[in-house]
């Protein structure tokens, strides 16, 4: 998904000096929309990473993402996003759900 977010973004800033033949002022409200989506897919990004880091360092997991997304293992604790405990997570049974 992060992967995802920054090509996204990336697609996006090439957008910002495709459109040819249009006034300066279009040319300008182009450009600011085309940044406006990138920021917005670079902010998005960051959110999932603190929701995510704390829970995959949490269980021992390595984040194989961009590193402009890595927080500071000191940072986990300050984000204080809840790691549930293996013996807190529970799988639902299928055949009383059913029932």
């Known amino acids: 998904m992060l992967c995802y977010l920054d ?24 450009s ?13 990004g960051k959110a999932f990473a603190s929701l995510w880091y704390p829970a995959l360092v949490g269980h021992g997991i390595d984040t ?7 927080l500071d293992p000191s940072d986990v604790d300050a984000l ?11 799988d639902a049974d299928l055949d009383d759900m059913f029932d």
């Not at 406006?36 to 998005?44: E, F, V």
């Not at 993402?65 to 890595?70: G, I, Q, V």
């Open 7 to 30: 090509w996204k973004a990336s697609w996006w800033m090439d957008r910002r000096v495709l459109r040819s033949g249009v006034g300066h002022d279009m040319s300008e409200a182009l």
């Open 32 to 44: 600011a929309y085309a940044l406006k989506q990138a920021a917005l897919l670079q902010h998005m």
């Open 64 to 70: 194989e993402w961009p590193t402009h997304y890595n």
């Open 80 to 90: 204080q996003v809840p790691v549930p405990e293996e013996n807190d997570v529970h």
